[in-house]
T-cell receptor
């Protein structure tokens, strides 16, 4: 079974500073994908960034980067130059694939981290 | 227009009532999912469907049923609602392919269900 652990229930950051949200995962599968989603107070799930288990480079998307440490099974999200609009719940999630690379289709989510950006 | 829509967006009902939540998508994806979100627990998978003839139970299917009426439509039913089914429900879709193209799921706006 797969498991995602987000150990920070809440985080605070000053506007314009960087922040790291932690995520560790547990799986015996070799092929998988890792995601970060943002959920603002309005409730929708917004995709931020993706990292495949065989990707050698850490993923980046604008101000978001994923610090992928495969041996440690961690996939931390780094948000640079925080903005007030970054205040939201953030979820780490994982999708595992079979040996042939086909997705099992089931996302496993962590419990989330609430990020608050102070002006 | 939104690619994944859910109706209703909000619903308050009473214990024992039958409730149907509907999901429609215009992304042309074969795969559709239903998740529920409870505070402090993240999202958990209820049911998923890889095509019209394929229905699979997820982590927490007890008390729920689904119907895949067409490629674009996937409905979730609570046959006899109970208060601990009060939650935020999300529908999602994904494509068939390799890597991120297959893994990534696109979420609807969610349905807030309250069972009194």
């Amino acid at each position: 079974a797969q498991k995602i652990t987000q150990t920070q229930p809440g985080m605070f950051v000053q506007e314009k500073e960087a922040v790291t949200l932690d995520c560790t995962y547990d799986t015996s599968d070799q092929s998988y994908g890792l995601f970060w989603y943002k959920q603002p107070s309005s409730g929708e799930m917004i995709f931020l960034i993706y990292q495949g288990s065989y990707d050698e480079q850490n993923a980046t998307e604008g101000r978001y980067s994923l610090n992928f440490q495969k041996a440690r099974k961690s996939a931390n999200l780094v948000i640079s130059a925080s903005q007030l609009g970054d205040s939201a719940m953030y979820f780490c999630a994982m999708m595992v694939r079979d040996a042939g690379g086909t997705s099992y289709g089931k996302l496993t989510f962590g419990q989330g981290t609430i990020l608050t950006v102070h002006p | 227009d939104a690619d994944v829509t859910q109706t209703p967006r909000n619903r308050i009902t009473k214990t024992g009532k039958r409730i149907m939540l509907e999901c429609s998508q215009t992304k042309g994806h074969d795969r559709m999912y239903w998740y529920r979100q409870d505070p402090g627990l993240g999202l958990r998978l209820i049911y998923y469907s890889f095509d019209v003839k394929d229905i699979n139970k997820g982590e927490i299917s007890d008390g729920y049923s689904v119907s895949r009426q067409a490629q674009a439509k996937f409905s979730l039913s609570l046959e006899s609602a109970i208060p601990n089914q009060t939650a935020l429900y999300f529908c999602a879709t994904s494509d068939f392919g390799q890597g991120q193209d297959e893994d990534e799921q696109f979420f609807g706006p969610g349905t807030r269900l309250t069972v009194l």
